[in-house]
Nanobody, 115 residues
């Protein structure tokens, strides 16, 4: 069982920045593929960004060039740096850990981009 705890959400104006953090339990964090997903009201959950154990990354087209995912294995933490935020980035953001055939989710953190 992997437990994930997100933090860093909040209210920000368009063009602003936020950094989300997700701390994971487990001694083999370095082997997890970690991802950030988001779900806006009335929409399906979608992948925002992911980073593999080898630190290969991929991003949704809508966030490329604005968001950066990174990981710190010593701290068992994955980050999502979000810059140039837009109102359409407003959603609940969820941390995900993929370990083999198992997927684990955090409780989510809300991000609201509004003036």
């Amino acid at each position: 069982q992997v437990q994930l705890v997100e933090s860093g959400g909040g209210l920000v104006q368009p063009g602003g920045s936020l950094r989300l953090s997700c701390v994971a339990s487990g001694s083999i964090f370095r082997l997890y593929t970690m991802g950030w997903y988001r779900q806006a009201p009335g929409k399906q959950r979608e992948l925002v960004a992911a980073v593999t154990s080898r630190e290969s990354t991929n991003y949704a087209n809508s966030v490329k060039g604005r968001f950066t995912i990174s990981r710190d294995n010593a701290k068992r933490t994955v980050y999502l740096q979000m810059d140039s935020l837009k109102p359409e980035d407003t959603a609940d953001y969820y941390c995900n850990a993929n370990v083999g055939v198992n997927n684990y989710w955090g409780q989510g953190t809300q991000v609201t981009v509004s003036s």
